[in-house]
């Protein structure tokens, strides 16, 4: 059974909390939200390729998508952004000092659902 539509649904659901948290002013939720909304699609590609992905590094997962799926380099590079989401936006040792929602504002959360928004429609233009 191929799950693929699952997770790519996930992932446009989790892209939709992001802007809610934003528009909260949860913006550290709003970036993990996005990184977990664009880490769901390209696992969903993955899927759709009949692959097995591992891990939560977007960048990683782009790359090892197969050579028949060219993935521009800037997409793997706004990757790398989203995937400085992945902890630093929940856990307070994650910095030197403060808690995560002081760390995280509008300009990154903004940034954060952009790009995400770029993976989903990179990820939906393969599956199509």
Same mark, same amino acid.
């Given at each position: 059974?191929? =799950?693929?539509? #699952?997770? &790519?649904?996930?992932?446009?659901? #989790?892209?939709?909390?992001? *802007?809610?948290?934003?528009?909260?002013?949860? $913006?550290?939720?709003?970036?993990?939200? @996005?990184?977990?909304?664009?880490?769901?699609?390209?696992?969903?590609?993955?899927?759709?390729?009949?692959?097995?992905?591992?891990? $939560?590094?977007?960048?990683?997962?782009?790359?090892?998508?197969?050579? *028949?799926?060219?993935?521009?380099? +800037?997409?793997?590079?706004?990757?790398?952004?989203? +995937?400085?989401?992945?902890?630093?936006? =929940?856990?307070? #040792? @994650? $910095?030197?000092?403060?808690?995560? &929602?002081? $760390?995280?504002?509008?300009?990154?959360?903004?940034?954060?659902?952009?790009?995400?928004?770029?993976?989903?429609? &990179?990820? =939906?233009?393969?599956?199509?």
């Amino acid at each position: 059974m191929n =799950r693929s539509p #699952d997770w &790519f649904n996930q992932a446009l659901r #989790d892209l939709e909390l992001a *802007a809610g948290a934003r528009q909260a002013g949860r $913006h550290e939720w709003a970036c993990f939200a @996005a990184h977990q909304a664009a880490e769901k699609a390209v696992r969903a590609l993955h899927l759709r390729l009949g692959q097995e992905a591992w891990g $939560h590094v977007i960048a990683r997962l782009l790359e090892e998508l197969p050579a *028949a799926v060219p993935v521009p380099a +800037d997409l793997i590079e706004k990757g790398r952004v989203l +995937d400085n989401f992945y902890i630093p936006t =929940r856990y307070p #040792d @994650a $910095h030197p000092q403060g808690a995560p &929602f002081e $760390h995280y504002g509008p300009l990154q959360s903004e940034e954060a659902m952009r790009y995400a928004g770029e993976v989903l429609a &990179f990820v =939906r233009a393969q599956m199509a």
